[in-house]
C-alpha cells in the first residue's frame, strides 16, 4: 500500500506564495506520474500539474506561469511552487501518483486559502 501526505498548505495574501510538499510511503514500484490536483469549494477536482518520471511537466492553464512542479524521483515526493497567488487559487490541494502497473494513489490534501 502506498500512502501520501500533502504539507504546506495555509492562508496566505493575493500575490504571495507557498510550496506544498507530498511526501510518499510504503512499496512503491515504477512510480510514473505525480501530480497536483485541487478542488475548490462546490466545484469539481481539477489538474493543477503533473511531472513524468522523465520529467516532462504539464499545467493548467490557469497557473501556467505562476506555479512549478518539481520531483525528487530518489525520494519519490513531488513539490508545487505557487507563486502569484490569486483568491480563485482558493481550493484543497491534492497530491496523486500513478504506477507503471495502472495503481493511482492520492493523499488527503491540504487547505490552501489566498486572502484578497
Known amino acids: 500500500q502506498v500512502q501520501l501526505v500533502e504539507s504546506g498548505g495555509g492562508l496566505v495574501q493575493a500575490g504571495g506564495s507557498l510550496r506544498l510538499s507530498c511526501a510518499t510511503s510504503?512499496?512503491?514500484?515504477?512510480?510514473?506520474?505525480m501530480g497536483w490536483y485541487r478542488q475548490a469549494p462546490g466545484k469539481q477536482r481539477e489538474l493543477v500539474a503533473t511531472a513524468t518520471s522523465g520529467g516532462s511537466t504539464n499545467y493548467a492553464a490557469s497557473v501556467k506561469g505562476r506555479f512549478t512542479i518539481s520531483r525528487d524521483n530518489l525520494k519519490n515526493t513531488v513539490y508545487l511552487q505557487m507563486n502569484s497567488l490569486k483568491p480563485e487559487d482558493t481550493a484543497v490541494y491534492y497530491c496523486?501518483?500513478?504506477?507503471?502497473?495502472?495503481?493511482?494513489?492520492w493523499g488527503k490534501g491540504t487547505l490552501v486559502t489566498v486572502s484578497s
Open positions: 510504503g512499496t512503491i514500484r515504477m512510480l510514473n506520474d
Open positions: 496523486n501518483c500513478r504506477m507503471a502497473n495502472g495503481m493511482e494513489y
